[in-house]
């Protein structure tokens, strides 16, 4: 039976990883230290309870690779300082300590040799210049190349992703290890943490329904490639033996969805159709951040869960959680 490590396995993208390795009959080390800010939670209060051969170690993932020599078939590298804008805006630092976390585990799989490593990069890795008002263009991989010089990431955690990509090409090239990286735009699903747009807009929304006007972060014209959780893991599930080494993967519906139009058909859902309007006090970021599906295509990979029925799900499960609440 094959065994998988998950770093940062306890996040909302890793808990996701953890069920459909256990589901396809893996064994599964979950790794995490279930730091703040992060939207980790332990084990028991996922809202699907691992199960199978299923072991959590509640531990920064640094400390178990110094102490861990185990060889695993596959390891999926999640372990990472992230939360939404507002954090990557205003806790930088804390951001770069990826830099740190990618290099251990880097060191660790040269040393243990995994099957595969499969290492969670960022659509934040893509140059900001190919993002901007006047020159945005969807972002396809091999915008990102190593020998043909590169464009500046999204702040600390473009570059911290940036080098763990980096970092991949140097295990694969000059350590003969398999691995492969993805790309993901602006993941969500119903159990996301609502320090991320999505979810924080139903929310809201849910909140504020009947006012003549609503509001969301920096101009409100900034889009971005929302895609569903399930379709995120089912891509890499589908793809993980197939990818060359050393290939990277975007993981996108190739659809710009700016935030106002996000709040209009999550307020239409709900209801009612007030005026969006924009918070230009509140980060922004880039203008527009989508990506490219050509490669997904060649791999047969289309989303089946569209931004429509995304909503109707995300208003579903908050609803039913203000009722348990209730």
């Known amino acids: 039976m094959a065994r998988a490590l998950v770093t940062g396995g306890a996040g909302f993208v890793g808990r996701h990883i953890c069920a459909r390795l256990l589901d396809?009959?893996?064994?599964?080390?979950?790794?995490?230290?279930?730091?703040?800010?992060?939207?980790?939670?332990?084990?028991?209060?996922?809202?699907?309870?691992?199960?199978?051969?299923?072991?959590?170690?509640?531990?920064?993932?640094?400390?178990?690779?110094?102490?861990?020599?185990?060889?695993?078939?596959?390891v999926y590298h999640l372990a990472a300082m992230v939360g939404g804008r507002l954090m990557m805006?205003?806790?930088?630092?804390?951001?770069?300590?990826?830099?740190?976390?990618?290099?251990?585990?880097?060191?660790?799989?040269?040393?243990?040799?995994?099957g595969c490593v499969v290492f969670f990069s960022s659509s934040a890795a893509y140059p900001v210049a190919l993002q901007s008002p006047a020159g945005h263009v969807m972002l396809r991989e091999d915008m990102i190349s190593f020998e043909n010089g590169l464009g500046v990431p999204d702040l600390s955690y473009g570059?911290?992703?940036?080098?763990?990509?980096?970092?991949?090409?140097?295990?694969v090239e000059r350590y003969g290890g398999r691995a492969v990286a993805y790309r993901p735009f602006s993941g969500y699903g119903e159990d996301q943490d609502l320090a991320y747009p999505f979810p924080a807009i139903c929310k809201r929304l849910m909140e504020e329904k009947?006012?003549?006007?609503?509001?969301?972060?920096?101009?409100?014209?900034?889009?971005?490639?929302?895609?569903?959780?399930?379709?995120?893991?089912?891509?890499?599930?589908?793809?993980?033996?197939?990818?060359?080494?050393?290939?990277?993967?975007?993981?996108s519906t190739g659809v710009a969805t700016s935030f106002i139009a996000l709040a209009e058909d999550v307020a239409l859902q709900i209801g009612w159709q007030p005026?969006?309007?924009?918070?230009?006090?509140?980060?922004?970021?880039?203008?527009?951040?989508?990506?490219?599906?050509?490669?997904?295509?060649?791999?047969?990979?289309?989303?089946?869960?569209?931004?429509?029925?995304?909503?109707?799900r995300m208003l579903e499960?908050?609803?039913?959680?203000?009722g348990k609440a209730a």
């Not at 770069?96 to 243990?112: F, G, N, R, V, Y």
């Not at 911290?160 to 990509?165: D, Q, R, Y």
């Not at 969301?216 to 959780?229: A, K, P």
């Not at 499960?317 to 203000?322: D, I």
Request: charged fraction near 25%; include cysteine.
């Open 24 to 74: 396809e009959g893996m064994d599964v080390v979950c790794v995490d230290s279930l730091a703040p800010a992060t939207g980790a939670l332990r084990p028991e209060r996922w809202p699907f309870p691992p199960k199978g051969d299923f072991t959590f170690v509640p531990q920064d993932c640094r400390d178990y690779f110094a102490r861990s020599a185990e060889r695993f078939d596959y």
């Open 89 to 114: 805006e205003t806790q930088a630092l804390c951001v770069a300590e990826d830099l740190s976390i990618d290099a251990q585990m880097w060191k660790w799989a040269a040393e243990t040799r995994p």
């Open 159 to 171: 570059w911290a992703k940036l080098t763990g990509e980096f970092l991949m090409k140097l295990y």
């Open 210 to 251: 009947g006012r003549d006007e609503v509001f969301v972060w920096g101009s409100g014209r900034q889009c971005r490639d929302f895609i569903h959780i399930s379709d995120c893991v089912d891509f890499i599930w589908r793809t993980v033996d197939r990818l060359p080494s050393g290939a990277s993967l975007n993981l």
């Open 275 to 312: 005026k969006v309007s924009g918070l230009s006090d509140k980060p922004e970021g880039v203008f527009f951040r989508c990506g490219d599906t050509g490669l997904q295509s060649e791999y047969g990979l289309s989303p089946s869960i569209g931004l429509r029925d995304g909503i109707a």
């Open 317 to 322: 499960h908050l609803r039913f959680a203000a």
